[in-house]
């Protein structure tokens, strides 16, 4: 090695080491830092003599550029180092990103390169020693277990997981409160039927309310059991299978959500089996009636149990659309226009359903100012850091609500304080002079560009910056007006500490904590995407449009930083992203 090589290297390595001192808050003459430099000089220096295709080279810089700017994006209070000096700052956030970046780099060439020898094929079933067609009898084995798993959660919480979103539903399934869009109104139905076919038998409320939430598990289960026994139809090595089983059942918070009452977690399971099936059709050509049933139940629920999954659906439904037509017009294979004939289909219903159907019920639509937390939070910001502002936009602002609750109240993570603001003044003034409102967003902006931007990492980092959920499960049925009371079957001492455990679990442990951040699952699925455009199979770039296009509109209006359950339809797919990513097809 050439002596530049190694003035580059020792460069790199110190540079890693700063990037090292300044994130996690060392002291400067922590001995850790030492041997951070010298691990990373050795390391670059053994990885020197190995040789790296131009793809891997190219997406390695292009990913690490990526995962550097979101971490200092994420992570902007704390990059300067606590300094005043801008010179100073920028030494600090000079030499931090160059770290992460040559991180970042020599690691990824190294895992990419990896991924791009090696397969997760079964080899035996590829040589017909094994059967090759899904086997309901496996789905159910599959399914019974996880089943049987969320079984003690489900006692220990009878009759189900309520929170304050659920008990909003409950009211309106049982008629004590008009029917209302802002939680999905057929997820409210679905409440409502199963709650009504369980008073019915049982004749009590909690009866209902176990019903539904028997009914969940059972769909939760024969989902991701789904997911998994079509792994088998891909061909994937049955140590992997298992590991996707295990890494359901043993993360509590699968769990959990499987008897908690919330659109999030259909909806979740819904976006997998969608994302299967579509991995079925585009790399296995299966179109079978099985398939195509499976699709548009998971479609629906794509489309209906979550605001934001309409859209996220419609940019996954464009980009297919257009892949199949291109296909069809090389191949003039006509069983190329089944999925998209459902696609077609799905859009046309749910747009009937958003539509004429919610106005022949009388269905409340969601204010529209929910939608638009992320511009209040960051005007909220502006007053709440006591900037300038003129008496005329001062006017405006203070002519929807006090000002002084946003001074009070404004929470950097969380805009339900200021959409309450909202809600408690004069919303409808508001929406009827919203392109007077509009221009003041723009006005303010210009002059403080700084805080919008602050506003707006601090209400979204959580879903693209590697750090802890801040809400995560729930337990019992909270307070609330109408009587409603958990009767747990299973109770005590144990119980109560077990639970606390499950709660804390992910704070405690370094590594396994990865597993419960929404940021963290956004990062993999950057690398999963990576791996196949390596691979240069790029039809799998299709099978990541749900959870990304659903990513990019939490990004877009999200009401809290990190909350784990608008992430978990990301959270419970990737595993199955991943593995289909790493897998070889040539069919």
Known sequence: MTVKK??????????????????????????????????????????????????VTTVSVVISIIFTLLYMIGGYDRIGGGLENRLYIAVYVVLTALGLFSLFYHILRLVLTYCMSHSLEDEEQK?????????????????GIIFLCMIPIFLMNFPGIMTPDSIVQYLQATHVEAYSNHHPWMHTL???????????????????????????????????????????????????????????????????????????????????????????FLLMNKRGARAIIIFFVSGFAFCEFRHNGYYAYLITTVAVLIMCLLSYLK???????????????????????????????????????????????QMARVVYDE??????????????????YVRNNYCPGGSDNICQWVAYGDEEYLMTHMSDYVALWFRIG?????????????????????MNPEQTVFYDITDNSVGLESNPIIYGPAVVKLEELMFKLHTMIPVYGVLNS????????????????????????????????????ILAATPLVADLRYAYELMITLPYLALISCKRYTE
């Open 6 to 55: 190694t003035l580059i290297n020792l460069i790199q390595a110190f540079c890693i080491s700063f990037a090292f001192f300044n994130i996690s808050g060392m002291e400067s003459g922590n001995i850790l830092l030492l041997i951070v430099f010298g691990l990373s000089a050795f390391l670059l220096t053994k990885e020197a003599n190995k040789e790296f295709t131009k793809k």
């Open 518 to 553: 929404p940021g963290s699952f956004f990062w993999l699925m950057i690398l999963f995407m990576g791996i196949v455009i390596c691979r240069e199979e790029m039809n799998k770039l299709y099978l990541f449009l749900p959870v990304l296009g659903v990513t990019l509109t």
């Open 331 to 377: 191949s003039r294979k006509r069983d190329l226009l089944v999925y998209p004939l459902i696609f077609i289909a799905l859009t046309i219903i749910a747009s009937l359903i958003n539509g004429p159907l919610m106005k022949a019920y009388d269905v409340e639509q969601t204010p529209s100012y929910m939608s638009l937390s992320i511009p209040l939070q």
């Open 387 to 404: 900037k300038d502002l003129d008496d005329a936009d001062l006017a405006m602002l203070e002519r929807i609500n006090d000002l002084d």
């Open 190 to 280: 679905f409440i409502e039927l199963f709650y009504k076919i369980g008073f019915a038998l049982t004749g009590s409320v909690n009866g209902g309310i176990a019903t539904y939430t028997i009914l969940q598990m059972i769909l939760v289960s024969a989902g991701v059991g789904y997911a998994i026994e079509c792994l088998y139809e891909m061909k994937i090595k049955k140590i992997w299978r298992l590991s996707a089983l295990l890494a359901f059942v043993l993360l509590p918070y699968n769990l959990i959500y499987g008897v908690t009452m919330w659109k999030d977690v259909l909806f979740s399971v819904g976006t997998l089996c969608f994302t299967v099936t579509l991995a079925r």
């Open 127 to 143: 040589k017909g020693e094994k059967r090759k067609s899904f086997s309901f009898k496996t789905w159910g084995i599959y399914s």
């Open 446 to 466: 210009i002059r403080y560009p700084g805080e919008y931007l602050a506003a707006y990492i601090d209400q979204t980092k959580g879903y693209y910056y590697p």
